[in-house]
């Protein structure tokens, strides 16, 4: 069955730390892997990585897709209290989109 | 562009009631789907329409829920009758996908938060 793990559940963090949200997957005929952020109800778009693009940058957030190890990495640099958020993570097979259960962040001021 | 526009935005029913929610993609959009979130947990996929044909609605519990999007443009999600586990956070996604193949981002509407008593 295909899935999608995402680690830490929740993190707590102080303003200007760094942090690091996991994301491990088994889906068949893997296309590509999204990251959300979510902070009311409406998730919003970050970043998308597929074989040919592995590694995304946008200020201070970046990601890597790592292909061997089925997994990803979303890192957030010098953290705010506007990235608290649920992140998410999700993968395309073919005709599916499946996430994962989120990484609830709290960033404290 | 206009976004996804979903309704209600909050309902609060009793157990055993009925109640339908009503999504509109965002224009062109060919795909749509319906998730429902419970709280601590991430979406899960309840119906996929490519136009107006289900692509996927195996995890939607058929013997209380029904969905469809006629005419290939807005859809209504039905809970009938509602049960406590129903109370949720209900998302309406759209995305471009003309050929049926999902390959692209989803834009997400506002949601509708559901509590059932």
């Known amino acids: 069955e295909d899935k999608v793990v995402q680690s830490p559940l929740s993190l707590v963090v102080h303003e200007g730390d760094t942090v690091t949200l996991n994301c491990s997957y088994e889906?068949?005929?893997?296309?590509?892997l999204l990251w959300y952020k979510q902070e009311k109800k409406a998730p919003t778009f970050l970043f998308m990585l597929t074989s040919s693009g592995i590694e995304k940058k946008s200020g201070r957030l970046s990601s890597i897709l790592d292909k061997k190890e089925l997994s990803s990495i979303l890192n957030i640099t010098a953290t705010q209290t506007g990235d608290s958020a649920i992140y998410l993570c999700a993968v395309i097979g073919p005709y599916k989109y499946i996430f994962g259960t989120g990484t609830r962040l709290k960033v404290l001021a | 562009e206009a976004g996804v526009a979903q309704s209600p935005r909050y309902k609060i029913i009793e157990k055993r009631q009925s109640v339908a929610f009503w999504c509109n993609p965002i224009s062109g959009h060919a795909t749509l789907y319906w998730y429902q979130q419970i709280l601590g947990q991430g979406p899960k996929l309840l119906i996929q329409?490519?136009?107006?044909?289900?692509?996927?609605d195996s995890q939607l519990p058929k013997d209380r829920f029904s969905a469809e999007r006629l005419k290939g443009v807005d859809s209504t999600l039905k809970i009938q009758p509602a049960k406590l586990e129903d109370s949720a956070v209900y998302l309406c996604?759209?995305?471009?996908?003309?050929?049926?193949?999902?390959?692209?981002?989803?834009?997400f509407g506002s949601g509708t938060q559901l509590s059932v008593l």
């Open positions: 996604a759209s995305s471009l996908d003309p050929q049926g193949v999902v390959y692209e981002k989803l834009f």
């Open positions: 889906v068949t005929n893997f296309r590509s």
């Open positions: 329409f490519q136009n107006n044909g289900v692509v996927d």
